[in-house]
């Protein structure tokens, strides 16, 4: 059994799905032990406490230098004894240290097909108002191992849907998450922790 530590910021559905998928089987090698946010008012916390799993607060502003702040963060994870880190809408950007770390142990869900909309400034609300602005048909979401270039990792699985002529960015962003995000997410969990995964240049082989 994989121990989880899932990173957040904000509303946390990502994380809700997550629980629900260990709730209901999806995710059968991995527990959820801790829930760590960049943000103590986020509601992903208020998540993790209803279903009884340990939370901590880690903010950004706290440190002078990033350096030291990525070395807490690296502690803390390591403190935890993650085996898996999810970054389920996680927005601190993350240091080389705890991205070595948890180097092949570390997924992030995109809201968007990589290799486009993505990388710095592509996140959250932000994402789908540049897929709208473009005018691409498809959009959909991106499950990868997070690497040293932002977004640029091993890419687990994707999924697309239609854009529709009277789309905004919310109803874009809402499509994605409860069609494909809260669904390529925890499978993609139970891949990782049923040893399914294996990562050649910088490329996934999903095994049956
Ligand atoms: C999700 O759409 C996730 O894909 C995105 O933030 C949202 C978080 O929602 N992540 C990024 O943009 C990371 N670059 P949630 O807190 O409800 O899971």
């Given amino acids: 059994m994989k121990n989880i530590v899932v990173l957040v910021s904000g509303g946390g559905t990502n994380l809700q799905a997550l629980i629900d998928a260990q709730k209901n089987g999806i995710i059968k090698n991995g527990k959820i032990t801790c829930v ?3 943000n103590p008012s986020a509601y992903a916390l208020e998540r993790a406490r209803n279903n009884g799993i ?22 803390l994870l390591i403190s935890k004894n993650a085996d898996l880190v999810v970054l389920a809408g996680f927005m601190t950007i993350l240091g080389h240290r705890v991205i070595s770390a948890f180097k092949d142990r570390m997924i992030n869900i ?16 932000k994402v789908h108002e540049a897929v709208l602005e473009k ?5 959909g979401a991106t499950t990868h191992f997070v690497t040293e270039e932002c977004d640029g990792g091993p890419i687990i699985m994707q999924k697309s849907i239609e854009v529709k002529n009277d789309d905004t960015p919310k109803t874009l962003q809402r499509r994605i998450m409860e069609e494909i995000e809260w669904k390529i997410l925890p499978i993609s969990v139970e891949l990782f922790c049923s040893d399914r995964i294996k990562i050649s240049n910088n490329k996934t082989i999903i095994l049956d």
Avoid: Q
């Fill in 135 to 139: 005018g691409v048909k498809l959009s």
């Fill in 36 to 38: 760590i946010s960049s």
């Fill in 110 to 125: 995109h809201p968007a097909l990589i290799p486009s909309f993505c990388g710095e400034g592509y996140y959250g609300l």
């Fill in 54 to 75: 340990d939370t901590a607060v880690i903010r950004r502003k706290d440190y002078e230098e990033f350096d030291t702040y990525d070395e807490a963060l690296t502690n």
